[in-house]
């Protein structure tokens, strides 16, 4: 049981670790008046996040286009600090010049005691935004 719980404090202390970049959400009020549009893209940085709500049907919208030579990157979804984030953390790879839709994310494993889904990237390449629910 003592171990369990080291294990729970240091997950839920990685949580809470350094400051990240804001992932833009979709927001379906948003009004397209022009082709512009607002521009939803954040570009990629190797700490983002967005907020986790409730229902969990968040997706992560990543687009990995990058100049030729470069490679893809790796995406890692943090594990958060409640029971589910024992499961670890989970990181895919993403090939370059393409478009990939990720999600849903399990609250219970991803969601930090700071009411966020944490991502880490080990490249600045490429560029994402979010669809489901923003948070008020």
């Not at 804001?22 to 927001?27: D, K, L, P, S, V």
């Not at 090939?95 to 930090?112: A, H, M, V």
């Amino acid at each position: 049981m003592k171990k369990i719980l080291s294990i729970l404090f240091a997950l839920m202390l990685v949580g809470m670790a350094g400051a990240a970049t804001q992932i833009n959400q979709y927001n379906q009020s948003w009004t397209l008046t022009t082709n512009s549009g607002p521009d939803i893209w954040t570009p990629a940085a190797t700490s983002m996040y967005v907020w986790a709500v409730t229902g969990g049907n968040q997706y992560l919208v990543v687009n990995t286009t990058v100049d030729s030579g470069e490679n893809g990157i790796n995406l890692t979804v943090q594990s958060g600090g409640f029971w589910g984030g024992a499961a670890g953390n989970a990181t895919v790879t993403l090939e370059k010049n393409r478009t990939y839709i990720l999600g849903p994310f399990d609250l219970s494993r991803f969601k930090t005691t700071g009411e966020k889904i944490q991502f880490a990237l080990n490249a600045t390449r490429g560029k994402m935004f979010c669809i489901g629910g923003v948070k008020g």
